[in-house]
């Protein structure tokens, strides 16, 4: 398997700027994770799916931020506009449960930076 | 609510040296832990885990950690270091049971190795 797959590795974008990351769950796995990365804050949920529905988006920072996932082998993040309080490493997850007894495969991650 | 305190944020220990991680918990009732691994630019890898028994689990790599409740710690330990574990590692923390789990991570430990 090739693991959970994410694109871009590396975004750099102006404010105000559309972003979209991306990212391709390992088969079978029923549940997706958005996580941000900062220095400061740590790595932080963003929102999780289950079955491909949106399931709790409470981490979302607020409407600039929104998030999909059309079919079970792929989910995208869109921040629009972007700022640069944004810049961040975007990691995607995926687990075959809700992290129970197998834990979370992580991606690479996106590094996104805004200016 | 969860939380978790990973008391160093850099550590430092010559090759060949034994490794402690420290990591507290902060959960009402008896959680599911876990210690991740994130190499520079990469995304996470689950080291090891504990939902129930044993309280000593085994990881890979070499890794262990030890679950002691009445010190709501889970620590993790290496005896001997090579230069290749020299990375960042996240201990994490779990609620619920069945189904999804939400977990929480610590800000992390930065761990150098040098000869």
């Known amino acids: 398997d090739a693991g959970v797959i994410q694109s871009p590795r590396h975004e750099v974008t102006e404010m105000g700027q559309e972003v979209t990351l991306r990212c391709k769950p390992i088969?079978?796995?029923?549940?997706l994770f958005w996580y941000r990365q900062t220095m400061m804050r740590g790595l932080e949920l963003l929102i999780y799916f289950n079955n491909n529905v949106p399931i709790d988006d409470s981490g979302m920072p607020e409407d600039r931020f929104s998030a999909k996932m059309p079919n079970a082998s792929f989910s995208t993040l869109k921040i629009q506009p972007s700022e640069p309080r944004d810049s961040a490493v975007y990691f995607c997850?995926?687990?075959?449960?809700?992290?129970?007894?197998?834990?979370?495969?992580f991606g690479s991650g996106t590094r996104l930076t805004v200016v | 609510a969860q939380s978790v305190t990973q008391p160093d944020i850099h550590i430092t220990v010559s090759e060949g040296a034994s490794l402690e991680l420290r990591c507290n918990y902060s959960?009402?009732?008896?959680?599911?832990l876990f210690w991740y691994v994130q190499s520079p630019g990469q995304g996470l890898q689950l080291l090891l885990k504990?939902?129930?028994?044993?309280?000593l689990v085994q990881g890979i790599k070499g890794f262990e950690a030890e679950f002691k409740r009445s010190q709501s710690s889970f620590n993790l330990r290496k005896p001997s270091v090579h230069w290749s574990d020299a990375a960042e590692y996240l201990c994490a923390v779990g609620r619920g049971s069945g189904g999804y789990q939400k977990v929480t991570f610590g800000i992390g430990t930065k761990l150098q190795v040098i000869p």
């Open positions: 997850a995926s687990s075959p449960t809700g992290g129970e007894g197998y834990g979370y495969t």
């Open positions: 504990y939902f129930s028994g044993d309280t």
């Open positions: 959960y009402g009732a008896t959680p599911y």
């Open positions: 088969s079978g796995h029923d549940y």
